[in-house]
C-alpha cells in the first residue's frame, strides 16, 4: 500500500486510465483508496461528471480493462517482484549488520555480565549507543531493568550498577568535553567508575560542613574565605562536579604546565582543575556560586566589590574580584593591620611607633644583603 501511495503522478495515471477512471483497483492487493476517491469525484460533479471516463480502455471490454490494472498494480508491488524472482518479500529480509560502533558497544555491555536476550531489550529501548546512555537520567535505570525484569529478562543487580556507573562515566567525560568510545570503558575504568558513582550518591551529614557566616564588618578575609572555600568543596553542581572548581586558580587545562592526574591527590581533584569553564553545564554552576556569595555580602562591607557581576551572576568573577581586593598589596596591609583596629599605634620592643611607619616600612621593597 505505501508503495502504491509513493508512485508518481504518472503511473497512478495510467492505473486510472487502465481501470477505466473507476478506481475500484483500489480493493486489490497492494492498492490504496483509488476506489474511494473515484466515488468521492462522482458524489461532488454528478453524474454528468464521469463521461468518457467510465468507457473502458480502447480496444478493451470491463473485464480485461480491470485485469490490466490490476497487473500493473501487481507490477509495483516490490514484494512480488521479489517472490517471482526466488526471494523473500523484503518486510522479512534480514536486519542489516551492524556497524563498527553498535558491535564494540554490544561488547561492552557483555563486560558488563548483560547477556544476549538482556542486550536486545536494551537496544528495545533504544540503549544502542553511549550517546542514548549520556541521555538517561539516574532514575531511568532502575525503571528500565524493573520493567526487563517484569517481563521475564534476566538482569543482575551488578549489571545494573554497572550500567550505572556507565552513564556516571559518559557524563563526566562529556563534561569534561573529551572524546570516547565503548573501547575505552575497559574493567578498570568500570570499576573505578562503580566506586565514583557509589561515593556520588552517598548522603553527606547536614552538619558536616558548616556554612560560612555572612561577611560583615568586622569579619576576617581569610577565615571567610577558607570556610566559602570548603563549602562549595562539599556542594555538589551539575555532573557532580563540586562548585569549589568554579573559584580555582587556573583558568585552563593549558595553565597546569606539565601537571598530570598523578600530582593530584585524587582523580576528582584532577578533573576540577582541568574541566572547561564553558559551556551550559559551567554557566548553572557560575551562577550557582554567585548567589550564595550574594546572600553572604549583600549587606556587608564586601557587596562593593561584586556589585559589578550581579546582573549576569558571575560567581568566578566576583570571587576574583574580592581576592584582588583583600589579597593584593593593599589587602595584604588590612590584614597586618587588623590588630591595630583598636589601637593608634603599634608596640614594639617597649617603644611605640605610628601606624603610618609601619605601613612605610611594609611596602618598602628590601634590599638584599
Known amino acids: 500500500m505505501a508503495v502504491v501511495r509513493a508512485a508518481s503522478a504518472g503511473v497512478r495515471a495510467a ?3 487502465a481501470l477505466g477512471g473507476r478506481g475500484r483497483a483500489g480493493r486489490g492487493r497492494g492498492g490504496g483508496r483509488g476506489g474511494d476517491q473515484g466515488r468521492g469525484a462522482e458524489r461532488v460533479n454528478g453524474p454528468a461528471a464521469r463521461g468518457a471516463g467510465d468507457q473502458p480502455a480502447a480496444g478493451l471490454v470491463p473485464n480485461q480493462a480491470e485485469a490490466q490494472g490490476a497487473q500493473l498494480i501487481e507490477g509495483l508491488n516490490p514484494g512480488n517482484q521479489a517472490q517471482d524472482q526466488g526471494l523473500p518479500p523484503p518486510h522479512i529480509l534480514p536486519p542489516p ?15 558488563l555480565d548483560f547477556n544476549n536476550q538482556a542486550i536486545t531489550a536494551l537496544e528495545g529501548f533504544g540503549l544502542d549507543s553511549l550517546e542514548a546512555i549520556y541521555d538517561l537520567t539516574e532514575d531511568d535505570i532502575p525503571a528500565i531493568t524493573k520493567e526487563l525484569r ?9 549489571s545494573q550498577n554497572f550500567l550505572q556507573a556507565l552513564r556516571y562515566w559518559t557524563m563526566r567525560q562529556e563534561r569534561l568535553q573529551r572524546n570516547y568510545i565503548p573501547q575505552d570503558f575497559n574493567e578498570l575504568v568500570m570499576r573505578t567508575s562503580l566506586q565514583r558513582w557509589k561515593n556520588s550518591i552517598l548522603k553527606v551529614p547536614d552538619d558536616l560542613v558548616k556554612e560560612p557566616e555572612p561577611f ?28 569549589s572548581y568554579i573559584i580555582r586558580e587556573n583558568d585552563a587545562e593549558e595553565d597546569l604546565g606539565e601537571a598530570t592526574e598523578e600530582d593530584y ?19 548553572l554552576d557560575n551562577h550557582m556560586v554567585f548567589d550564595s556569595l550574594k546572600s553572604r555580602l549583600l549587606n556587608g562591607p564586601a557587596w562593593t566589590w561584586v556589585q559589578d557581576y550581579d546582573s549576569k551572576r558571575d560567581g568566578r568573577s ?22 591595630m583596629h583598636q589601637s593608634s599605634g603599634l608596640s614594639i620592643r617597649g617603644q611605640r611607633i605610628s601606624t603610618s611607619i609601619y605601613i612605610k616600612g611594609f611596602t618598602r621593597k628590601r634590599t638584599p644583603t
Open 150 to 158: 517484569r517481563t521475564g529478562t534476566v538482569i543482575k543487580q551488578s
Open 265 to 283: 591527590n585524587t582523580i576528582d581533584a584532577y578533573e576540577e582543575a582541568i574541566v572547561p569553564l564553558m559551556g551550559p553545564h559551567y554557566d
Open 216 to 243: 560583615k564588618p568586622n569579619t576576617k578575609w581569610r577565615e571567610f574565605s577558607e570556610a566559602f572555600t570548603t563549602f562549595l568543596q562539599h556542594t555538589k553542581g551539575q555532573c557532580d562536579f563540586s562548585l
Open 15 to 17: 492505473v486510472a486510465a
Open 318 to 339: 566576583a570571587w576574583k574580584a574580592l581576592q584582588a581586593h583583600f589579597e593584593g598589596i593593599g589587602g595584604q596591609i588590612r590584614i597586618k593591620l587588623q590588630p
Open 97 to 111: 549488520p551492524p556497524n563498527a560502533h553498535q558491535i564494540h558497544f554490544r561488547a561492552m555491555l557483555r563486560r
